[in-house]
């Protein structure tokens, strides 16, 4: 069965008007850290690259602050500097060069009360439960400065060759505390009524789509679910898509929660695609392109959403990590080689707040693209493994598709380890998932699994 018969929602393209979307699949906005690190931005390319040729419609990628006080703290990534356009457009031209037809977007965020700054800024001086830090209240200047930011850190992304931009204006962010009363308590144009409220997004992305021009992708993150007690009501969220749609956002991201909020929406006992029926109701009431988001891990899972009308997009962020080529393979009808994110977070958003790289539990080689490179052998060897848990069915996959001859030995009658104890916790079921891949894997590169043996020097 071609992929347009199983998946004609999934693989149909997208007409902006301007440009074009190849697929429906966006590979959403994920902090990687690599452009922390050294040839970071080489990295990243690498990173991008690799996500392009493996099938993606879109990328959008982690956030970058348009100022110091935005408080992310990637001085290297600034794009605040003619080498910082250069450094950027490292990545741009190398997801162009593997495929003309993705585009990539760079996502502008600004923390806002979460940033880790004694500069931080805010409408109001209300700090965020999860931050030790009280924002500087925004004085009118300053808020002038935050928008003028916004819309040169936009510009700047067209001159290195992105597609797109991507505004944040959710998850308790900058632009979300405008909009919400528990932490917007002025009393000029900028606070009390909703539309004095929303004024701050809706002129940022009014001013960024005067500034970029009408053939350039500007996504908007809107908080479709806040999950705060005292949050925006769903006609203020209907309100304030509509004057994006008037002020020239190309697409809506549906965003469910904030950081703060104790309503877990990524984790693993969350159910596939929980969330997609509310972007559903959000695409009723515009008419411009809607994502949606959040435990949407297999290609079968993102074609019902969009076969329900639920969305005109659907964004993987960490099912990307997990496998690059998870679109190809979902094109090619090779989806039991799909790597599935088992929404585990630990090497991902674990990571990513502990300050350290992102990567992912089970596959370390994302972001380590230029580190760990499956070349094949120039000199065959035999190989023999001991124990068939993750780490033994990962060093086999690897070594027989770089050309080694490999044994695994296991002492069981099963493959797994202790994720077959994992699998059986309530919640924990996806991990069923990477122990079908890894015994798919097995097979495609002829790894000889010895079940109920015990390995012995003599044997070896």
């Not at 819309?151 to 067209?158: C, E, G, L, T």
């Not at 994502?291 to 949407?296: E, V």
């Not at 994302?366 to 052998?377: G, R, W």
């Not at 991990?431 to 790894?447: A, D, I, N």
């Amino acid at each position: 069965m071609t992929a347009s018969k199983k998946y004609p929602n999934l693989f149909s393209p997208l007409d902006l008007g301007f440009t074009k979307l190849k697929n429906r699949v966006i590979m959403g906005s994920m902090h990687t850290g690599l452009e922390d690190v050294d040839n970071g931005f080489e990295r990243m390319a690498a990173f991008f690259s690799e996500r392009a040729r493996g099938g993606v419609g879109m990328i959008i990628t982690g956030g970058f602050s348009p100022n110091a006080e935005g408080g992310l703290g990637h001085d290297k990534s600034s794009l605040n500097s003619d080498q910082g356009v250069a450094n950027h457009k490292t990545v741009t031209d190398a997801v162009h060069e593997a495929d003309p037809d993705v585009k990539i977007c760079m996502q502008i965020l600004h923390s806002g009360p979460l940033a880790s700054t004694a500069a931080a800024v805010a409408p109001s001086p209300v700090r965020s439960r999860i931050s030790p830090v009280v924002p500087n209240e925004l004085d009118e200047e300053g808020i002038e400065k935050q928008i003028a930011d916004h819309v040169n850190y936009a510009v700047q992304a067209q001159k290195a060759g992105y597609d797109g931009v991507e505004i944040i204006g959710s998850a308790g962010y900058l632009l979300s505390t405008f909009l919400v009363e528990k932490t917007n308590r002025r009393t000029d144009k900028w606070g009390g009524s909703f539309e004095n409220r929303m004024r701050f997004p809706v002129e940022i992305a009014r001013r960024v789509r005067e500034a970029v021009g009408s053939n350039f992708i500007l996504v908007f993150r809107i908080a479709a679910m806040d999950m705060l007690q005292g949050g925006l009501s769903w006609e203020e969220i209907i309100q304030l898509a509509h004057k994006l749609e008037e002020v020239g956002v190309s697409i809506l991201s549906t965003h469910f929660t904030w950081h703060e909020s104790m309503v877990p929406t990524i984790a693993t006992m969350v159910p596939r695609a929980a969330f997609a029926s509310v972007t559903g109701r959000l695409r009723k009431e515009v008419s411009i392109p809607c994502i949606t988001s959040n435990r949407i891990n297999m290609p079968d899972v993102a074609e019902s959403v969009l076969a329900k009308g639920d969305a005109d997009l659907v964004s993987m962020a960490r099912p990307m990590l997990a496998d690059a080529e998870l679109v190809l393979k979902a094109a090619e009808g090779r989806e039991d080689e799909i790597n599935t994110c088992i929404g585990c977070n630990q090497a991902c958003l674990d990571h990513t707040f502990s300050g350290k790289l992102t990567t992912c539990l089970v596959n370390p080689r994302a972001c380590n693209e230029t580190v760990l490179n499956y070349d094949p052998t120039a000199s065959k060897k035999k190989i023999a493994i001991v124990g068939a848990g993750p780490a033994g069915m990962a060093y086999a996959t690897v070594a027989a598709e770089r050309g080694h001859d490999v044994t695994l030995i296991e002492a069981s009658d099963q493959i797994g380890g202790q994720f077959n104890l994992a699998k059986q916790i309530p919640g924990k079921e996806e991990f069923y998932e990477t122990l079908r891949y890894y015994k798919k894997m097995m097979e495609v590169h002829g790894v000889d699994v010895q079940l109920n043996t015990r390995a012995t020097a003599q044997s070896l």
